[in-house]
């Protein structure tokens, strides 16, 4: 039986044929057009929020769009993406396209694995030492935040850790030059970009052993020698699409080297074996991946994307540097293009900017709880726009309380 989408939906109101979400500033209507299509338009009169949002994160508004459109009518199927079965050819289709799409951006050959997982970023830290390092092996960790720690918290439940840099002793807030690296490492990790402190590496590490990096926070946002790593990893949800799914890549020969039985719901031979379809993945987080990484295709690809990268993270660092009542936090060679970390003169100052930023429908713009202060991610999606108009409030901020 067909089945007949009806505009009923939770959340919207009806007004005549069209129909509208309850989200403030709401930029989105939707219209129903047939049994079995619907569109979704996107009115520049009303103002969207500008999103600083860390992550989950801003995404493009056609792949909003297009992900919308399949939640209520996927394909002209007459079914919801979120209905249909795993196994089908249609989400099979998806999860190949998405995969074959991270190794175009990535210009990866068939050496390379790409596999759509689930349990963040944070699983990978013990999935990775938990596939690639034995018990009595040395992995090598660099310690340069937050997300970097933790990695390396879990790898000593499998082996031991070297600490090849660190830079805790000025809480992170800039990237070591100088790194230790032992020849038998099994491999060396380290986080391309610290989202919480504001940092990011601007070189590659250098280092006889394999490198496996944890990307989750600036994957895609640059032209990158992707084929220098054994294993990259990274939650989609802010460069690559929705949360709910993790990208990983490998390197097929890294594989099958430890001795410990591995249970298959963590062993990458079992994934790489059954495609991504071990068990029921995220099939809408993938389809969303798939819209947002069409979409950097379209766009021109990473080229492209570090070409807006350079020229967001620009503005805003310009600005920021000229302006008093704001002071970077971190080593300017080594801030981040993806997250800036800053703050005012004093705690009230920063209160009191913060709510000028909600007053300008500007969200995301507070520090992460552990470190404090400001901080805003400027992803992929994030139109040069909105940072132009953070700059602006942050200017007229300078002049009041310069
Ligand atoms: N690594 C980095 C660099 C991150 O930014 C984050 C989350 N923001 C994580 C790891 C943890 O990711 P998840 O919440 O997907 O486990």
Redesign the pocket.
């Known amino acids: 039986m067909k089945t007949t989408r009806q505009s009923s939906m939770t959340g919207l109101v009806e007004t005549g044929k069209a129909f509208s979400p309850f989200i403030p500033h709401s930029a989105y209507s939707l219209s129903y057009i047939s049994s079995k299509t619907f569109t979704l338009r996107h009115s520049q009169a009303d103002m969207k929020m500008y999103n600083f949002n ?2 989950p994160a801003v995404l493009p508004e056609e792949v909003l769009q297009q992900a919308a459109e399949a939640v209520i009518n996927f394909n002209n199927l007459g079914l919801s993406i979120l209905e249909i079965g795993h196994r089908t050819e249609w989400f099979i289709d998806v999860l190949e396209e998405a995969k074959a799409l991270v190794k175009e951006l990535m210009q990866l050959d068939d050496s390379y694995e790409v596999l759509y997982l689930q ?7 013990m999935q990775v030492p938990m596939n690639l390092l034995d018990a009595n092996e040395t992995a090598a960790y660099c310690d340069n ?1 937050i ?1 970097g720690s ?2 390396i918290k879990e790898a000593k439940l499998f082996g031991n850790v070297h600490v090849a840099c660190s830079s805790k002793d000025q809480n992170h807030t800039y990237i070591p030059r100088e790194l230790s690296v032992p020849t038998h490492s099994t491999y060396l990790h380290y ?1 391309t ?4 402190e504001g940092t990011q590496w601007q070189f590659i590490p250098e280092a006889n052993v394999p490198l496996v990096a ?4 600036d994957i895609f946002s640059r032209e990158f020698p992707y084929t220098r790593f054994s294993l990259i990893y990274a ?1 989609a ?2 460069n690559a699409g929705a ?1 709910g799914t ?1 990208i990983v890549v490998i390197k097929k020969d890294m594989l099958g080297k430890v001795n410990r039985t591995i249970p298959s719901i963590l062993d990458y031979r079992t994934h790489i074996e059954a495609k991504s379809l071990l068990n029921t993945p995220p099939v809408f987080a993938i389809y969303v991946s798939l819209l947002t990484l069409r979409w950097i295709k379209k766009e021109g690809g990473l080229s492209e994307m570090e070409r807006r990268t350079q020229q967001r993270a620009g503005l805003f660092y310009n600005t920021l540097d000229s302006l008093d009542a704001f002071t970077g936090k971190v080593d300017t060679r080594d801030r981040s293009l993806m997250n800036a970390t800053f703050t005012t003169q004093d705690p009230e100052l920063e209160k009191m900017f913060l709510d000028i930023c909600k007053q300008n429908g500007m969200v995301g713009v507070k520090g992460h709880r552990s470190v404090g202060g400001l901080r805003v991610s400027m992803y992929n999606a994030l139109p040069l726009s909105s940072v132009q108009v953070l700059c602006d409030v942050m200017k007229d901020f300078n002049e009041k309380h310069g």
Request: glycine fraction near 18%.
């Open positions: 860390s992550g349990g963040g970023a944070t699983t990978q830290f935040g997300w933790k990695a986080t970009n610290n989202t919480v944890d990307m989750s926070s939650g949800q802010k949360a993790t």
